[in-house]
């Protein structure tokens, strides 16, 4: 197992069975600060690597949010064009390495996603979620957009759903909802009956063979070749945005 444990978030990867399960963490219903976005980047491409590893669980800590996108904290804190650039290229960063990755990553999504953390659900090649697991893009209350995530959630769920979410910015869409345009395979009543369900699904498809496995995720992801250029160019949008003054007020009234 590797650790990577500190106050600004925490990374877990435990390797048994062929399964790599890598585990987020954050005291902020586990959003994501630059450092343990970096974290992440870099340990799915150690693990796309690894010999040993057949198939990666991706989940986060706790029994509450999945995922609340990205820190806060650090969004109030771009001052200009480059910061805001590099701050939302960790998305980007993330999404390109889940992509890019020869492992197959299945997500157990036991909780809410906002933002990031959708694009995080999307960005798996396969996702179980609970009842609990509602989706939200709230981008534009603040004056931005899920322009680094988009293509990710249009890739899974398609224009009509991505749109829906985007511009009904303020409504929360529920597991069902979510399973019925793409995101979810299956959704559970409770975190222990999608525990159970992890466990054997996993179990099996790390059992084959896992040149096809690897194949197959080629096959998968046919098409988004230029996602390097293009969520970094959608990286420079939204920090562009975030100096806007819109945005600006709109953060002023969150401080408050």
Known sequence: MSVTARSNGSLYTNIENKIATVEFGHPASN????????????????LSNNNDVNLII??????????????FDELLAVTNLKE??????????VINAMRNCSKLIV????????GGGVGLA???????????????????TIGIGPFVIAPAVERKMGVAALAEMTLAAHEWKNAYWAQEKG??????ETIHDLD??????????????PEALADMKKVLWEGTEN?????????????????????KNALGQFKK
């Open 183 to 188: 995101l979810y395979a299956k959704v559970f």
């Open 31 to 46: 959003s994501f600060p630059g450092e343990l976005l970096q974290r992440l980047t870099d340990e799915l491409k150690i």
């Open 84 to 93: 805001g650039a590099v701050f939302f290229s960790g998305f980007a960063n």
């Open 196 to 209: 159970k369900e992890l466990d054997i699904f996993t179990q099996k498809l790390a059992g084959y063979n």
């Open 122 to 140: 999307a960005a798996c090649d396969y996702a179980i979620a609970t009842v609990n697991s509602a989706v939200k893009l709230s981008e534009f």
């Open 107 to 114: 997500g157990r999504i036991h909780g809410k996603a906002v």
């Open 58 to 71: 991706l989940k986060s800590e706790g029994d509450g949010a999945f995922c609340a996108g990205a820190s």
């Open 227 to 247: 996602w390097d250029k293009l969520l970094t160019e959608r990286a420079a949008i939204s920090g562009r945005l975030v100096l806007s003054d819109f945005t």
